[in-house]
């Protein structure tokens, strides 16, 4: 886990790395029979790499009736099939309270996942998983240059350090600027009003590309000749307001 460790240049007063058994995470979390069969059989290793709090980060928190950002803990996790990635970090984000940053690593891919989350209206001590943001999986044995600049800016050391949900957030920036240099070539340091604007653009692409998925299916399914030729059309619509959206993130 030194190579984390180091991508991320985690403050040494920050650092724990030490390893999180699986009796743990299932003590502390109800979980459904698939999901126990998956921390079982298909996650391998949960390291706990970093904890951020005030009195080690001089980092100050933030907390609101609706939001508690007075830690920010970041764990590693190996497991051993990318196609579990959305149960992986539903059960590991459902088992922690707090603002955590996951790092997921299955074989030479890797990808970032962080969560929105709430503070339970009916019981304080709880959290509400808001939103679930986790970047395309790269693989670290072929680097692109705009994945050595997503790398780049995993470096908590040049993170907002105004309070602990500014550099939670700067996670959520440095994912969001990943998928938008993905889509359009170039790795672009954006302000944060303008990565917001993106990240609604890139939601809107994600619900159009659900909508091309559906619209090749029933191609693929039809067999009467006219109605084929109307999902055709609709199609490439489909197709061309997705490139504009993508226009629009330039």
Not at 60 to 65: G, H, Q, R
Request: aromatic share 8%.
């Amino acid at each position: 886990m030194n190579d984390l460790i180091e991508l991320l240049n985690i403050d040494n007063r920050c650092l724990i790395d030490k390893r999180i058994t699986k009796i743990a995470i299932s003590n502390n979390s109800t979980l459904n029979a698939s999901e126990k069969k998956i921390l079982k059989e298909v996650i391998i290793d949960i390291r706990w790499l970093a904890s951020y709090k005030p009195f080690n980060s001089a980092i100050p928190e933030y907390i609101t009736k609706t939001e508690c950002y007075d830690e920010v803990q970041i764990i590693s996790i190996g497991f051993s099939d990318i196609k579990y990635k959305k149960q992986v970090i539903n059960i590991l984000q459902r088992s922690m309270p707090y603002p955590l940053v996951l790092l997921l690593e299955v074989n030479n891919n890797f990808a970032v996942s962080v969560a929105r989350k709430s503070i339970n209206q009916t019981d304080n001590l709880k959290r509400t998983i808001d939103e679930v943001i986790t970047s395309t999986w790269l693989n670290k044995a072929i680097e692109s240059e705009v994945e050595k600049s997503f790398l780049e800016h995993l470096n908590t050391k040049t993170y907002h350090t105004l309070h602990l949900k500014a550099f939670y957030e700067s996670f959520i920036k440095a994912i969001y600027l990943h998928e938008t240099s993905l889509l359009t070539g170039s790795f672009n340091v954006k302000e944060k009003k303008e990565v917001d604007e993106d990240a609604d653009i890139l939601k809107e692409i994600e619900a159009v590309n659900k909508e091309i998925v559906s619209i090749k299916s029933q191609i693929k399914k039809g067999t009467i000749f006219s109605n084929k030729v109307t999902l055709n059309i609709k199609l490439k619509a489909k197709e061309n307001h997705k490139q504009k959206l993508i226009k629009k993130l330039s």
